[in-house]
Each structure stands twice: as C-alpha cells, then as structure tokens.
C-alpha cells in the first residue's frame, strides 16, 4: 500500500476524492478535512494534520496554497500575503514536506474566469467612493498576480528538486469550459481535468 499526502485550499477538497478514485485501490490518500487556506495556515496546519494521521509514511506529497494569499480582503486593500512572504512560507512548508517525504509535487495557483470582471469590486470600505477592491480583482489583473507568484514560486522550489505541477496550465487551456460560474472555482469538467492532472504527476512517482 502505498501512501499519498493532498494539501490545499477548496480547489484540492474538490478534487481529492476523485484522485483517490484515479490512484486505485493500491493508494491510500491521506488529506485535511478543512481547507489548509492560506501557506502560512498549510505550515502551521501541518504538525496537528500529521499527528493526527499517526505519522505514517509518505511515497508522494502533492500541495498547493495561493488564492488565499492572492485575495485582497483588508481595507488597504493590499494582496494579503506579500511575495517575499509567499516564497518563504512556501521554502518552509517545503522542508517540512521534506521532513515527511523525498517526492514532493507542488501544484501552481489556478487562474480566475471572465466572471471576475461582473463582480462588485468593493472592501466594504466606509470611505465613499473607495474603489479598492475585495477578495478578486479583474481577470486580467488578477491572473497576472497569480502568473507572478507561480513563477517566482515554480523557481523556488524547482531549486530544491520538487517537481511542478501545472494546473494553471490545464485551466487555462478553456477556462469558459473549466471554471465555474464564481470565476474562481472550477467546473465538473474542470474538476475532471484537475483530477485526471494531478493524479498523473503523483503516479510517476509511485
């Protein structure tokens, strides 16, 4: 039997059981019953995550963070993790991973949908006339965000020998067909095509 770790935000709880379908009967996949939220929460989350699992051994882990961290839900209406803070938070989520694993798979930011440019951009802001924005920016803005932190991210860990895996690309590849009507969730086929991508990536390290 071989054991497998999923961590990430809503995207990886939608995806997870079906994951678990593609591995087969010989995997056993082990994941968080809440949503790991943002990096900073993924790393303090994972001391209680793994003594609760009873500290098994791990043959592959595959982990995501980063709408949460993209999300703008502050007065200042600033991105709420900074850069700099993403990429440490994700080199130390890294050893701890290194600490559980040696096959480690990191999974890019997924991008948002056309649906983020009908969304009322607002922080609920008491100022009259603050144009600031609340949780997603527009598309455009928004996706170069995510495009800007799976890069700097990608390298990161690239350096340390984790592999990438690309579900920014999968969505992009159709995302009126992928990404469901809130702009930032996937679709049922959406959630196929996840599903079917990350599977792949953890089974050529099995």
Request: proline fraction near 3%.
């Amino acid at each position: 039997m071989k054991n497998v770790l999923l961590v990430g935000d809503s995207i990886r709880l939608m995806y997870q059981s079906r994951v678990a379908e593609l591995l087969g009967d010989g995997v056993r996949v082990f994941a968080p019953d809440e949503n790991c939220r943002y990096t900073k929460y993924a790393l303090w989350g994972m001391y209680s995550w793994y003594e609760g699992w009873g500290c098994p051994a791990f043959d592959v882990i595959h982990w995501n963070t980063g709408i949460w961290d993209l999300h703008r839900c502050t007065a200042d209406g600033m991105i709420f993790t900074p850069l700099d803070e993403y990429l440490e938070y994700n080199r130390r989520l890294a050893i701890q991973m290194e600490s559980y694993c040696k096959d480690l798979i990191w999974a890019t930011i997924t991008p948002g949908g056309r649906q983020l440019d009908e969304k009322k951009k607002t922080n609920y802001s008491l100022k009259e006339g603050d144009t600031r924005v609340y949780l997603c920016d527009y598309t455009d803005v928004w996706n170069g965000d995510v495009r800007r932190y799976n890069a700097a991210c990608s390298e990161l860990l690239s350096r340390r020998g984790i592999r990438i895996d690309d579900l920014y690309g999968v969505i992009s590849a159709d995302p009126d067909r992928f990404i469901s009507e809130d702009g930032i969730h996937p679709s049922p086929d959406g959630v196929e095509a996840l599903s079917q991508k990350v599977a792949s990536e953890i089974k050529k390290l099995l």
